[in-house]
């Protein structure tokens, strides 16, 4: 069964520093999102994208953030001045339509860690 | 805003026997979609069961049922005769009609006891 694939699956980064997490969508999905979890803390949506632009984004997606489809085929999230509090699991997910017609296919995840 | 709580963060049940997981959630959506997810360690989530707010009968999938009380804004998972391989987190999630937002709750540890 095709699945969501997300590199690297752990990244540490000095805080400050730049950091590109990858994801692998579906291939024929078009929808393509990002959520993080803080540990111990609940999986918080950041960003949905759909047709090569944001759908919608949660108030932690400030502009530290961005995300991209490069290739057709990567799905990127960019976190630019990487700060302690950004230390967690990120996982990427895809769906074929909208969340409510479709469920939402979630990869392994990556785990950011800031020093 | 929505939010989803899940009061049990572990439960252990026996091998074969059943175990329910609780769910309830707030929201002044009346058309929306209620999904559980499970989580293996080290492992991706994968969908378990979805419900449709606007459908009155509850989903089931092999093993694995809901509750939906909509009034009360319950949607609880029954998992019929535990397998080993049951042995995971397990997140409620909503999203209201045409969205895509997920709203998780924070998880409940299953544990399968042999």
């Known amino acids: 069964e095709p699945e969501v694939t997300q590199t690297p699956s752990h990244q540490v980064t000095q805080m400050g520093q730049e950091v590109i997490l990858r994801c692998v969508p579906i291939?024929?999905?078009?929808?393509f999102y990002w959520y993080r979890q803080i540990l111990g803390q609940k999986v918080e949506f950041l960003v949905s994208f759909y047709n090569n632009e944001i759908s919608e984004k949660s108030e932690i997606f400030d502009d530290q953030f961005s995300v991209e489809r490069p290739d057709g085929s990567n799905f990127t999230l960019k976190i630019r001045s990487t700060k302690l509090e950004d230390s967690a699991m990120y996982f990427c997910a895809s769906s074929t339509h909208r969340t409510s017609n479709q469920p939402q296919h979630f990869g392994d995840g990556t785990r950011l860690s800031i020093l | 805003a929505q939010t989803v709580t899940q009061s049990q963060p572990e439960m252990s049940v026996q091998e074969a026997e059943t175990v329910t997981l609780s769910c309830t959630y707030d929201t002044s959506e009346s058309d929306y979609y209620l999904f559980w997810y499970k989580q293996p360690p080290s492992r991706q989530m994968i969908l378990v069961i979805r419900q449709e707010a606007y459908k009155q009968q509850n989903a089931t999938e092999n093993r694995f049922s809901v509750n939906f009380q909509k009034a009360a804004k319950s949607f609880s998972l029954k998992i019929s005769d535990s397998q080993l391989g049951d042995a995971a987190m397990y997140f409620c999630?909503?999203?209201?009609?045409?969205?895509?937002?997920?709203?998780f709750g924070g998880g409940t540890r299953l544990m399968v006891k042999p």
């Open positions: 999630a909503y999203v209201q009609n045409a969205g895509n937002m997920l709203t």
């Open positions: 291939s024929n999905h078009l929808y």
